[in-house]
């Protein structure tokens, strides 16, 4: 198997290293010179993945062309905004039949399009499959043991792809609901800016288990309106994810809105795809007409219509309503 992994970041560096660790021939594709001559030659990224060992056999190049042409298999791992930009830049280069498997969590700021889709419009012929689950790449690189779920249209397919990529310590179910894993992915992120706030204002262990109830409320009610299914979003990819990343100050999102409700200043934060995603977010669910009281939240403070104090005096202001509403 040569596998190609595109995107030299902190998760697309911990998937070529578990692949590289399996055997695979694996190719990590870095954009800059730096990342790819440290992996090659220390065997670290300590840009993005700093004190963690990469294997030997991991190799990484720059040379778009030959990492693609070359590859069996290949993972886009890069922040969603930049997707539909790499989908067009591996074009040309791309073997008639090779499976993409899409490791982005967030949707489209311009289109409102999760990762298949936007792909899917660029490349309409490559089979597509979505990886997606509660995994911190320092804990995957590390070979802590991890269950994430992999979707593809056909059942096939993803069965195939979910027995090619599991390894020893990464576990991997599969799904044909590309959509529901997706939504999970994304919305998990905006609901983590929410959790990380109540954290870093100090409002306790109690605001923040009704903050992660109430949004995974809202993850179910908005995952459904946009065609998922209800066992998906309370799976791996969903909830697990949920759960995961608002816990954890390791959660890049939940850090960032920690940030926020210290009141600190969040540039120069690491990528918090959910800061990306809660404004489209917040629309789809208005479009759709569901309730989404704290992804509209956190797309309001973000846009700075809304203090974080403010914000919780209203979460806390709304009617009273029924639990299962
Ligand atoms: N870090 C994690 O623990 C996990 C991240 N993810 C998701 O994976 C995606 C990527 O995240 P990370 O790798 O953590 O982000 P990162 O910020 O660590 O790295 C992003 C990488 O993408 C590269 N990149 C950006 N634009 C590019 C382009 N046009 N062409 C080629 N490379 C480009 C950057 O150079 C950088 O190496 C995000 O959507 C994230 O939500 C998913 C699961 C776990
Ligand atoms: O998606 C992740 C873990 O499953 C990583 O979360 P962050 O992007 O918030 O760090």
Redesign the pocket.
Known sequence: MRLTV?????????LASVYARKGFATTL????EA?AESVNEAHENPR?LPGIALPDALRASTVLSISVESADLILL????Q?LR??AC?IRPFLEPGVPLVL????IERETGLFASHVVAQELPEAPLAVL?GP????D?AAGLPTAVTLAAEEGDLAEELSRTLSADTFRIYASTDMLGVEAG?ALK?VLALAAGAVSGRGLGASALAALVTRGLSELRRLGEALGARPETLTGLSGLGDLVLTCSSAQS?NFAYGQALGRGEDVSGL??A?GVHSAAIAARLAREKDIEAPIVQTVAAILEGRLSVDEAIGRLMARPLKREED
């Open positions: 595109i995107g030299g970041g902190a998760w697309g560096t911990a594709y870095a954009r800059d990342t993005y791992v890069v922040p969603a930049t930009a790499v830049d490791c982005a969590k967030g997606s995994s911190f790449a320092q995957v992915g992120n890049r690491k990528l795809e």
